[in-house]
């Protein structure tokens, strides 16, 4: 009970300093001028076990969601980025899910079909929480074809899936 109480006084005395700099869709504002940087390699496997090398996605547009099973708001966005998946994927761009924090394969894999996730889902590394600033669930990347950070969202908003959807658009055009 200690641990819970401490855990939830952390978390509440850290959410305004999380959000900080971060606007209403949970948008990362990025420098001006600043060049777009690589996406680090991220440990990823899928559901028997087996590792899938990030650079099989190299070509895409890509939006990778870190969520986890017991992210209320994670769960939320599912529908959204199902319609994302539909509407572009003719288009070159995938939607990932990279369970993190959320168990094995055997924890994960019913809760995918439960919750009817029609994109692609992967079992991340909870070792490179840190390394891929993963500060709170979700957190949700939009890379470009070449594997660079267009943009990172923070958390779940109700103008984020629009705003992604305005990210691959540009990202469509001026690919």
Wanted: aromatic share 8%; proline share 4%; with cysteine.
């Amino acid at each position: 009970m200690k641990i819970f109480l401490l855990l939830t006084i952390a978390v509440a005395l850290a959410a305004p300093a999380m959000s900080i700099g971060i606007g209403q869709t949970g948008e990362v504002p990025m420098a001006a001028g600043s060049e777009l940087k690589a996406m680090i390699p991220i440990n990823l496997q899928d559901f028997d076990g087996k590792k899938v090398s990030s650079d099989k996605f190299k070509g895409k547009i890509l939006v990778i969601d870190f969520w986890a099973t017991w992210c209320v708001p994670c769960i939320a966005e599912v529908p959204k980025y199902n319609k994302l998946q539909q509407k572009y994927a003719d288009q070159g761009v995938e939607v990932i899910g990279v369970a993190l924090a959320s168990g094995d394969a055997k924890d994960i894999k019913p809760f995918v079909s439960k919750h009817q996730m029609k994109y692609t889902v992967l079992i991340g590394d909870d070792d490179q929480v840190y390394d891929l600033n993963v500060v709170a669930f979700p957190t949700t990347y939009v890379l470009t074809r070449d594997m660079k950070v267009l943009r990172r969202y923070i958390g779940a908003s109700s103008g984020k899936a629009a705003a992604i959807d305005a990210d691959i658009q540009k990202l469509l055009t001026t690919n």
